[in-house]
Structures are given as structure tokens and as C-alpha cells.
């Protein structure tokens, strides 16, 4: 499995960009997908995850009522649309993808089975 996570980009302090996490090799219906971030000089954290079938989600508190996470398994895609950014939310993000539940990776703030290469997102003020 391999996926790539796009739409990163520079945005002032209230944009919104969306992220898409696009999978190949197999699909991914039935997996957790999930966003994490990883700002300078600090450890990945989790951001939010996503059921396959969409019916169960988790946000970290810190994005909760900004972020919006979803999927579309006919296309094999999630995508994290982020609405009144902040310049703390100035990371690389990375999407990963993981047979657990989704409160799972709330819990551990990690653990996902596959990772992609991250998505810069910078906030200016």
C-alpha cells in the first residue's frame, strides 16, 4: 500500500486548504485512515481518523469544529479540509492508514500500518 498525501500549501491566519490522502496497491475500505502533524521541534501528533466506512470519527481537541475529515472509498481517497487555520497548526502533515479503530490512534497517537510522505502547511500571521 502506498499513499501519497497532497495540498499543502501557504495560507494566512483564517484560510482553509484541504488535504487529500490518495492509497494504491489495495483499497482501503475497511481501514482507519488518519491525519497526523508534526511541527518544527516537536513530536507527530495526532490530528483525526476516520473509519472505512466513514461512520466513525475522532478529532484531536486542538482541531475540533476547524478540521473536517472524510472519505470517498470509490475513489480510495481521504481528504482533511481545514477551515480558520491557525499559525499553530504550521506542520507537515502525513496520512497513514491502520486496521484499528479509530479511537485507537486517538488514544495511542500512533500506530498506523502504513504512512505516506507528509504535506507541508504553513500559517502566517
Known amino acids: 500500500v502506498q499513499l501519497q498525501a497532497s495540498g499543502g500549501g501557504l495560507v494566512q491566519a483564517g484560510g482553509s486548504l484541504r488535504l487529500s490522502c490518495a492509497a494504491s496497491?489495495?483499497?482501503?475500505?475497511?481501514?482507519?485512515i488518519g491525519w497526523f502533524r508534526q511541527a518544527p521541534g516537536k513530536e507527530r501528533e495526532f490530528v483525526a481518523t476516520?473509519?472505512?466506512?466513514?461512520?466513525?470519527?475522532w478529532y484531536a481537541d486542538s482541531v475540533e469544529g476547524r478540521f473536517t475529515i472524510s472519505r470517498d472509498n470509490a475513489k480510495n481517497t481521504a481528504y482533511l479540509q481545514m477551515n480558520s487555520l491557525k499559525p499553530e497548526d504550521t506542520a507537515v502533515y502525513y496520512c497513514?492508514?491502520?486496521?484499528?479503530?479509530?479511537?485507537?490512534?486517538?488514544?495511542?497517537?500512533?500506530?498506523?500500518?502504513?504512512w505516506g510522505k507528509g504535506t507541508l502547511v504553513t500559517v502566517s500571521s
Open positions: 497513514g492508514a491502520g486496521s484499528r479503530s479509530p479511537n485507537y490512534y486517538y488514544v495511542t497517537g500512533d500506530g498506523m500500518d502504513y
Open positions: 496497491g489495495r483499497t482501503l475500505s475497511s481501514n482507519t
Open positions: 476516520i473509519s472505512g466506512s466513514g461512520g466513525r470519527i
